[in-house]
């Protein structure tokens, strides 16, 4: 389900369950511990999803500015971010990176898990 309308919002992606007006995202029952830029990021990209989003969009939405050159905090973020979901959900993978672009949310089972899986 994935619906737009504020207060009853509900993205879910894979085992993923965002709630952007609780400020929650839980992840096969648990709640995450996402900062408040880690979650803002997750509901930005998840609201897209299979769009890249360029670095300076995301910098302007969770940030709420003007990104200056070489400012790394995006690419800080979505790397704590991405590590806190892998932690959360080892078999997925939701942010990928499109170089010189920016990221793309597109929730996917991990293709190394899954062929490692069936040699055994």
């Known amino acids: 389900m994935n619906t737009a309308n504020g207060a009853d919002e509900l993205i ?3 085992e993923l369950l ?8 839980v992840a096969r029952g ?7 830029r880690e979650f803002q990021l997750l509901v930005v990209l998840s ?10 969009e995301l910098y302007a939405e969770v940030w709420g500015g003007e990104m200056e050159k070489r400012d790394r905090s995006v690419d800080v973020y979505v790397h704590k971010l991405r590590s806190k979901l892998a ?9 990928h990176t499109h170089f010189g672009f920016g990221y793309r949310f597109h ?3 991990s293709q190394l898990l899954s062929n ?5």
């Open 12 to 14: 879910q992606a894979g």
């Open 18 to 25: 965002i709630r952007p007006a609780q400020y929650t995202a």
């Open 30 to 36: 648990m709640v995450m511990v996402l900062s408040r």
């Open 47 to 56: 609201r897209a999803p299979g769009r890249v989003i360029p670095r300076e």
């Open 87 to 95: 932690d959360a959900l080892p078999d997925w993978r939701f942010i």
């Open 107 to 109: 929730p996917e089972r």
């Open 116 to 120: 490692s899986a069936t040699t055994q």
